[in-house]
Structures are given as structure tokens and as C-alpha cells.
T-cell receptor, first 113, second 113 residues
Framework: ETGVTQSPTHLIKTRGQQVTLRCSSQ?????VSWYQQALGQGPQFIFQ???????GRGNFPPRFSGLQFPNYSSELNVNALELDDSALYLC????????????FGPGTRLLVL | GENVEQHPSTLSVQEGDSAVIKCTYS??????FPWYKQELGKGPQLIID?????GEKKDQRIAVTLNKTAKHFSLHITETQPEDSAVYFC????????????FGEGTQLTVNP
């Protein structure tokens, strides 16, 4: 186990709704990255937070937003849900911005109907 | 941006045989190459990683090789066991992008007893 936890484990929403996913990083880690993993594909980088500031963003629209708290836990918010947003959402924590090992949580499975 | 290609997409071996998974990357600035194992319903688990100043790294039955000139790296698993069955992902990142990982599409490894 990596010590990275995510909640909830599963979620069902309807198109147009909003969702908030949560992640607690491994103890001592100040960097959290979020990834989207569609079925049968590799994870795709959404964005990264370092010490409460966004540090880099992948090719995702602005309706994907995030937040990092002083204890380094993080939230991923998705507005105006679309069917294609159905995926496994993974967060990974690491120690700093240098190229460091990333430890993944178990993910949140989101289904948009 | 970085692009990582992974082959094969599926691999079936007999218990005790070796398995090899290969990845190529496009950005010569990439300098960190982790491999992750993902079991059904779980998040990716780091199994081994290599940095660009090293050509080979070994950890018990697992080894990774890196050819910077050709921009490819490979995962070698010897003496495979049924519990090695999972999806394996290669990834690449570079210091200038923080710890953003670009993943391959994954290889479904099945070890037959």
C-alpha cells in the first residue's frame, strides 16, 4: 500500500452534474498529480499541485479544476459532466517538483450516465 | 509533447518463462522512466524505475534497460509466476515538466500455470 487514499471509491452522476473527488497524499509528500484513466488506456495527466499552487496542466478543458489544501490533500472538481468523463480518476503524490517517484492511490471510478 | 508507445498490447507466457515489454519515447529531454503494475480494481503500483544516467537496473526477477540513443526502454521479468499477471505500464517524464508522467497504453500480461 502506498498511503495515498482517495474518496469515494465509486460514483455515478448524470450528464451536466458536477463532481468533487478527494485525495490524501502520502505523509510528507507536498505534490499531488491527478490523472484520468479511460477503460483500456494508460493514465493521462490532468494537472499537478505543489504547495497549494497549480504547477502544470495537461490537455483538459477548464471545467476540470483542482485545489490543494495546507495539509497537501487535494480535490479534483469536474463541472458540466459529459459521458466521456466516465473513467478511473487517479491521484499520485510525490516529494517535490524534481523528477521523483509518484505513488498512486486506488482511484475513484466515475460513471456518467 | 512527449509520446510513449508500448508493445505488445497483450502477452501470454507459461509460468517460469521470461516476459519482455518494450517502450519507445519521442522527447530526448525525458530522463526518468518508471514501470507500473496495475491489478484489476487497483491503482498503478511502481515496480521499478530508471534514470537516464543509468543503462540497466535490476531488482530480483525484474530488470529494466534503457537505450537513450534509440529512445527506447524495456521491462524484463524472469521466472514469471501467475501473480505477475496484470497490466503493465511504462511512462516517461523530464525535470522541466515537474513530475508529470506520460504513459504508454499498457500491456496485459497473462502467466499461465
Amino acid at each position: 500500500e502506498t498511503g495515498v487514499t482517495q474518496s469515494p471509491t465509486h460514483l455515478i452522476k448524470t450528464r451536466g452534474q458536477q463532481v468533487t473527488l478527494r485525495c490524501s497524499s502520502q505523509s510528507g509528500h507536498n505534490t499531488v498529480s491527478w490523472y484520468q484513466q479511460a477503460l483500456g488506456q494508460g493514465p493521462q495527466f490532468i494537472f499537478q499541485y505543489y504547495r497549494e499552487e497549480e504547477n502544470g496542466r495537461g490537455n483538459f478543458p477548464p471545467r476540470f479544476s483542482g485545489l490543494q489544501f495546507p495539509n497537501y490533500s487535494s480535490e479534483l472538481n469536474v463541472n458540466a459532466l459529459e459521458l466521456d468523463d466516465s473513467a478511473l480518476y487517479l491521484c499520485a503524490s510525490s516529494l517535490g517538483l524534481e523528477v521523483e517517484t509518484q505513488y498512486f492511490g486506488p482511484g475513484t471510478r466515475l460513471l456518467v450516465l | 509533447g512527449e509520446n510513449v508507445e508500448q508493445h505488445p498490447s497483450t502477452l501470454s507466457v507459461q509460468e517460469g518463462d521470461s516476459a519482455v515489454i518494450k517502450c519507445t519515447y519521442s522527447d530526448s529531454a525525458s530522463n526518468y522512466f518508471p514501470w507500473y503494475k496495475q491489478e484489476l480494481g487497483k491503482g498503478p503500483q511502481l515496480i521499478i524505475d530508471i534514470r537516464s544516467n543509468v543503462g540497466e537496473k535490476k531488482d530480483q526477477r525484474i530488470a529494466v534497460t534503457l537505450n537513450k540513443t534509440a529512445k527506447h526502454f524495456s521491462l524484463h521479468i524472469t521466472e514469471t509466476q501467475p501473480e505477475d499477471s496484470a497490466v503493465y505500464f511504462c511512462a516517461a517524464s523530464q525535470e522541466t515538466s515537474g513530475s508529470r508522467l506520460t504513459f504508454g497504453e499498457g500491456t496485459q500480461l497473462t502467466v499461465n500455470p
